[in-house]
């Protein structure tokens, strides 16, 4: 997404360097084991002694998996079909998962997304080893191309601040980019501050199909962006305070950037979006087109979601290119409520009629593709 200017941050750090050494924002501590019991860091997944098909590799951070990183588990997992089974800890690292490694699935084993966390701090302007920087896309912590990917239970984390970083304008910093089609995210969580989820595709004549369940996602800018088909349900969307701006708008919660021949964009349903942030401080949306793709036509439907008063209810969209108004693109509600929902100025408000919105569903958009829970 485009850069924002330099601002400090004063919100603390949020993800520690080690799991053992606690949690500060956002993160818990893996819970102390009672005395004498028997340690089990895959929980009921197994183990390498017993583990279910030679296709489940376990990873733990202090040796008893396979591998103790996530990249090297994905190195190994040549070809389709693998299960990583991922112990509790924060595993500081990038990770990419590339075309070829299709149906994988990843599964924190405690079955608490808090314990398991994968978190690097590269920015869009953090300078490459080897010349030049690396964008927004080679910023994200974790880069999932492959169709037919699943993760459950999991925490994806970009911790860079731009008040550690006074001199680098390109703040972006993603957390995950996900772009494989039949690709599904349960009780996952995505923090960051600008851009920290990527919900996009390999190509632009590609239609991605993506299924976020249950899962949280907090931010600043734009922080769910991206060309994909998605669908979130029953998630939540947290707007983060910056008390390094001087007045509002501090962000946007969606910044879809649908192709123009692709029907179907972001759905956002039965959800919630509330704010930690002053009353009315946040746009909900606003379209992004790409340079790359200056016939795009971003579109999002958010139904049947509780918006927070951290929402502009009078102006909940914006324009991020006056030439490419918001009114111009495909974004409409449908029987939200909340206070950050009311209608005082309709034309600012586009809303679907009950024949438009039996159109607007999960199984319209994922069409055949049925993830499971």
Partial sequence: MPSQPHVSLSRRKFLVTSAAAGAVVGLAAVPARA???????????????????????????????????????????????????????????????????????????????????????????????????????????TTVQADGFTARWITFANDWLRADHPGITGTQAVALKVQGDRSAFHHCRFLGHQDTLYADSVALGTFARQYFAHCYAEGDVDFVFGRATAVFEQCRFRTLNRTDLPAAPYGFVFAPSTAGANPLGYLVTRSRVDSEAPDGYYKLARPWVPSSDTTARPMLTVRDTWLGPGIDAVAPYANMSNDRPWQSMRFAEYRNTGPGAAVSVPENRPRLSRAQATLHTKETYLGDWRPGA
């Fill in 35 to 141: 005395a004498g019991t028997r340690p089990r860091p895959f929980g009921r997944y197994g183990s390498p002694a017993a583990r279910p098909d030679p296709k489940t590799l376990y990873v733990h951070p202090g040796g008893a998996g396979d591998f103790t990183t996530v990249r090297d588990a994905v190195a190994a997992a040549t070809g389709s079909g693998y299960t990583l089974v991922i112990a509790p800890g924060v595993y500081r690292q990038t990770v990419a998962v590339d075309p070829a490694r299709t149906e994988m699935t990843w599964i924190g084993a405690s079955e608490n997304p808090r314990d398991v966390v994968i978190v690097y701090d590269n920015a869009a302007g953090t300078p490459k080893p080897g010349g030049g920087t690396y964008g927004t896309t080679g910023s994200a912590t």
